[in-house]
């Protein structure tokens, strides 16, 4: 059999494993996990689907916030196109996506693992011990509670139970991008070169633990394979990741790395940095420096020192984790990547001592080895079949929610609590206050509003008071509160759900969650103010309502004339109000520049107030008719241009190549 044959052979039997785990995950369409960030991940591309073109603002989340903010797109694009081929649910699409996924990382791995080492025996074994086994389950008591058993899969639950399928993507893809650019700085062929390029952009806009891994694994091959001359091969990298994200720009712009870096150290925890944090993280750079300069002195193969600098790092990340230490953002959710890396590192470090034994204790290693993982393929698929379970919605209180506001509340802006806000938007069009993911939000004061209600922390017995005070400033018309008796899975969030009984109109209860109105004058998001009531103060917290106060009262006050604001797409709407002297147009959406306004034909002034809402002071007056859209601004037309540069750079570059390849 030639290695060509053996290599399809191997990704046949893990394709063929990992089928078997995943086959019950293709038939789902919605997930009996409720609490999932899944819910998320469907509602994306079911908008994307609905309103193909229409990518420039999201209105549906923290009050609006430019699209390409909402999430790193590549899985959506997956799930949207294969909706829009195949006529399925964004559910049921999104499902049959990750499962596929789910199956080719495996045979990613065991590519990677065999175009470094050419062993396919080790390879395939690394793969299979990938494919049906958690290490990270094993080495950390939490995480193998948290699986419900140290034996069973994490990677599979993470997908399944945690909704993680942008993560699962990156992994996935990481080992395929890992190899193109190995090929493409040992071949310098230009093919090779368009691959890396393509494939880690891929990797990028999968999933932001993708953006860590990826420089990571350059870097760990960088040291294991050293090329000459040595600069050539890091000036590449460099070369190809800054034409690569150029392309991806306009999907991961410089205002979405800007909001990353805003709030990943208070997303999910505190992960700000301290004098704690930095020892922790010389000490785990230096164990890197050692484990590189120990593989040199033993005369390790350059893949076994490559698969071990790659295994330490999200080892490191984990286990000083879990020790209370972070010296990333979220660092135990790189137990995935170390499920990833770490097998192989393990499984070859093993192989070079079985090469120094006798053949018969290697073969009785082999076969104990070979012997286990056949137990833990059909124990893997057992838990996948308990594991995998579908619900229908219409039992749901995130079902009920949702189309009891799609009936009888159309349009209009509600505070959504707890899990409810994941699946919401995959029910209705309605547009939340808070909802989808903290790490991406733009406008950094509505968390604090969120903080606020949840909590109600030295609120006192005003707590109810600042809540709804929020709740009208921000244009939150109404607030789905889950009770003690609710089925929201475990995100209740409330510390006192029954603070708004008796004070705010209950408008329906049904399982133990309420929806109750906030009274409001309109229910536009568009309001006539006077322009001292413009917020010019960022409040110091929940509780510090003085600078709003003047604005909240403004808009309900029957002295300024009522505005209506209608939405004419996602990214566009009118506002027709009558203005006199002195006045403006509050609107209560977030403000980024790009929001443009026109008004009789002429450009209108467009701001931001403290709070981070848009403030509209056009020069008419009397009846003013007000066209306002979103073009994204100067960043947009910029990330534009730099991506059709990289696109044309490509272009020229794959026809160099093409006529070099010909001309040989």
């Not at 093919?191 to 891929?202: D, F, I, V």
């Not at 393929?377 to 308990?386: E, F, G, K, Q």
């Not at 709804?468 to 921000?474: E, R, S, V």
């Amino acid at each position: 059999m030639t290695g060509r044959s053996r290599a399809w052979l191997g990704v046949l039997l893990l394709m063929l494993v990992n089928l078997a785990i995943a086959a019950k995950l293709f038939g789902v369409e919605y997930s009996a996990y409720n609490g999932s960030i899944e819910g998320t991940f469907i509602a994306i591309p079911r908008i994307m689907a609905k309103y193909p073109g229409q990518w420039l603002w999201w209105p549906f989340w923290n009050a609006g916030l430019p699209f390409e903010d909402v999430y790193l797109p590549f899985t959506h694009w997956l799930v949207a196109g294969f909706s829009l081929l195949t006529r399925l649910s964004a559910a049921r699409s999104y499902h049959m996506v990750a499962a596929g996924i789910y199956v080719c990382s495996a045979p990613a791995v065991f590519w990677m693992a065999l175009e470094f080492s050419r062993r396919w025996g080790a390879s395939l074994i690394a793969a299979l011990v990938y494919s049906c086994v958690s290490v990270s389950a094993l080495l950390v008591p939490a995480i193998g509670v948290d699986a419900g058993g140290a034996l069973n899969l994490r990677r599979l639950q993470v997908l399944v139970f945690y909704g993680e399928t942008p993560h699962t993507a990156a992994l996935a893809l990481l080992p395929v991008a890992v190899v193109c650019f190995s090929r493409a700085l040992t071949t310098r062929q230009v093919k090779w070169q368009l691959l890396a390029g393509g494939m880690s952009a891929c990797v990028v806009l999968s999933n932001a633990f993708g953006i860590v891994m990826l420089p990571v694994a350059l870097v760990c091959w960088l040291m294991a394979f050293p090329l000459r001359p040595w600069w050539r091969a890091p000036l590449t990298v460099a070369a190809i990741g800054i034409v690569a994200y150029c392309w991806i720009s306009p999907w991961l712009s410089p205002s979405m790395i800007r909001a990353i870096r805003a709030n990943a150290p208070t997303t999910g925890g505190d992960f700000r940095y301290t004098e704690r944090t930095w020892i922790a993280l010389v000490l785990v750079a230096g164990g890197f420096l050692l484990l590189w300069l120990a593989t040199r002195l033993f005369r390790a193969s350059s893949h076994l020192r490559f698969f071990l600098l790659l295994g330490y790092v999200p080892t490191g990340i984990v286990l000083t984790g879990y020790l209370g230490t972070a010296i990333i953002p979220q660092p135990l959710r790189y137990q995935s990547e170390m499920d990833l890396v770490l097998p192989i590192a393990l499984v070859f470090a093993g192989a070079s001592i079985l090469d120094r034994v006798p053949a018969r204790l290697r073969a009785a290693v082999v076969a104990a080895v070979i012997g286990g993982l056949g137990f833990q393929a059909v124990h893997s698929v057992l838990y996948a079949r308990h594991l995998i379970r579908s619900v229908e919605p219409s039992g749901l209180g995130e079902y009920q929610i949702a189309r009891w506001m799609e009936t009888h509340r159309p349009g209009e802006r509600a505070f959504i609590s707890g899990s409810n806000s994941f699946l919401y938007n995959v029910f209705t069009d309605n547009p939340q206050l808070t909802g989808g993911h903290d790490q991406h939000t733009v406008n950094t004061f509505i968390p604090i509003v969120g903080f606020t209600i949840y909590s109600g922390m030295n609120a006192g017995d005003r707590d109810a008071e600042y809540s709804i005070f929020w709740l009208k400033a921000f244009g939150a018309h109404l607030i789905s509160v889950p009770g003690p008796g609710s089925n929201d899975y475990y995100y209740k969030g409330f510390v006192h759900p029954g603070k708004f009984e008796g004070v705010l109109p209950l408008l329906w209860r049904s399982g133990g969650s309420s929806i109750y109105e906030v009274p409001a004058r309109s229910a536009s998001l568009a309001h006539v103010i006077p322009a001292s009531a413009i917020v010019t103060r960022t409040p110091k917290h929940g509780l510090d309502i003085a600078p709003v106060e003047a604005y909240v009262a403004a808009l309900d006050d029957p002295a300024y004339p009522p505005a209506t604001l209608r939405w004419k797409g996602l990214s566009e709407a009118e506002i027709e109000a009558t203005l006199r002297p002195g006045e403006v147009i509050g609107v209560q959406v977030t403000y980024e520049r790009g929001w443009e306004a026109w008004a009789n034909g002429k450009p209108q002034r467009v701001f931001g107030d403290a709070i981070g809402q848009m403030v509209i002071a056009p020069d008419c007056l009397g009846p003013c008719r007000v066209s306002l859209r979103y073009t994204g601004g100067w960043e947009h037309r910029a990330t534009r241009t730099m991506s059709l540069a990289a696109m044309l750079v490509g272009i020229a570059l794959g026809w160099k190549g093409r006529r070099a390849a010909v001309s040989a």
